[in-house]
């Protein structure tokens, strides 16, 4: 299969990486609008660099998109690669509001292609232990959820695009909310039904909000907090699960600790495939053998609805019931 990446900035180049370690998957271009970063990506990779994603798309007829660019773009750019026949691999959030979505998936079903959203979660080696734990129900009942993330969401490198609302959508919960809010939805097996929350924007830059704290119940009935901060502080990414016997704390892209009686002891993960890699390999089986995908556009426009309603939410003071 030929595969492209539209976009070559943080998240595309690590696409290009974990394409170039897949057999049967041939990384055949870059489309990228600023040029010198379009040739230098190219000629890193052994591939075609454009300017014009268009272009790209009749030249190259990829057979995969990967489509790694700003989230006002997921629309447009998701609904030509499907009218050129291209199977895609949107990033997250898969777009600015639930009504793109619907757009992105009625254009995936016209043009029969594979629509896979970016919802990484799914493939580290941490929260799929932490998931089995779960559902195996060796710690008892699952009781509650405290997911917890600090970042320096205003590091000087960060782009612009990140802090304008027109083409982000909204700040760190619609960036790294869609992760705590898949995770969540993806660990309990679960949809969130409602959520109560606040936003505060005292950001340095743009107009999107830089923290959000939320409740949110789950159609499983066990309820989650998140706690998000960009501002300055002590960069923390923790999701404590408390059962009724005991307790996990996942800390993804580091590990998995376990307790039992009042200490945490490291969980030991089988060594696994790279989540990038992975998840593309996943794409690959569906596109071959006309598989489902766990992370369809159906699902990921859940996320996206959770999204909407925090803002809602914190607008109006009262609890949103997810539509
Ligand atoms: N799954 C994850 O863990 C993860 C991690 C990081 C980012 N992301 C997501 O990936 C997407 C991209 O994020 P990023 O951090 O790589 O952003 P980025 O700004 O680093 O990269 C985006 C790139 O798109 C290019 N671009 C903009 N308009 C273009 C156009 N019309 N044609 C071609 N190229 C264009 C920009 O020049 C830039 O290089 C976002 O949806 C983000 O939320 C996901």
């Known amino acids: 299969m030929k595969l492209a990446v539209l976009g070559a900035g943080a998240i595309g180049v690590q696409h290009l990486d974990a394409a170039s370690h897949i057999d049967g998957l041939e990384p055949v271009a870059v489309a990228e609008i600023n040029e010198s970063l379009a040739v230098d990506t190219a000629k890193k990779y052994g591939i075609r660099a454009y300017t014009d994603y268009q272009e790209m798309l009749q030249k190259e007829k990829p057979d995969i998109s990967v489509i790694a660019l700003p989230h006002f773009l997921h629309k447009e750019v998701s609904i030509r690669c499907a009218e050129h026949g291209s199977h895609l691999l949107l990033e997250k959030p898969m777009a600015l509001n639930t009504a793109e979505c619907d757009e992105i998936i009625a254009a995936a079903e016209r043009y029969e292609v594979k629509l896979m959203v970016g919802h990484t979660q799914h493939y580290f080696p941490e929260n799929i232990e932490a998931r089995r734990i779960i559902e195996s129900g060796e710690l008892g009942n699952l009781v509650m959820i405290n997911d917890t993330r600090h970042v320096n969401y205003y590091r000087a490198d960060r782009p612009r695009w990140f802090f304008e609302k027109s083409q982000a959508g909204g700040g760190i919960m619609t960036n790294l909310g869609a992760h ?116 369809s556009g159906v699902y990921s426009k859940t996320v996206v609805s959770v999204i909407e309603s925090v803002y809602d939410s914190s607008e109006t003071g009262n609890e949103q019931v997810v539509k």
């Open 180 to 295: 705590s809010i898949d995770k969540i939805q993806w660990m309990t097996q679960s949809r969130v039904t409602k959520v109560k929350a606040s936003v505060s924007f005292q950001g340095e830059r743009g107009d999107v909000e830089g923290s959000g704290a939320i409740f949110l119940e789950t159609s499983s009935g066990v309820p989650a907090l998140i706690m998000q901060s960009g501002y300055a502080g002590v960069s923390r990414n923790e999701t404590e699960f408390i059962f009724t016997k005991g307790m996990l704390k996942l800390e993804t892209g580091k590990g998995l600790s376990i307790s039992h009686n009042g200490t945490y002891e490291p969980v030991q993960l089988k060594p696994t495939v790279q989540p990038l890699v992975k998840q593309l390999l996943d794409l690959m089986d569906a596109i071959t053998n006309d598989k489902l995908l766990d992370c």
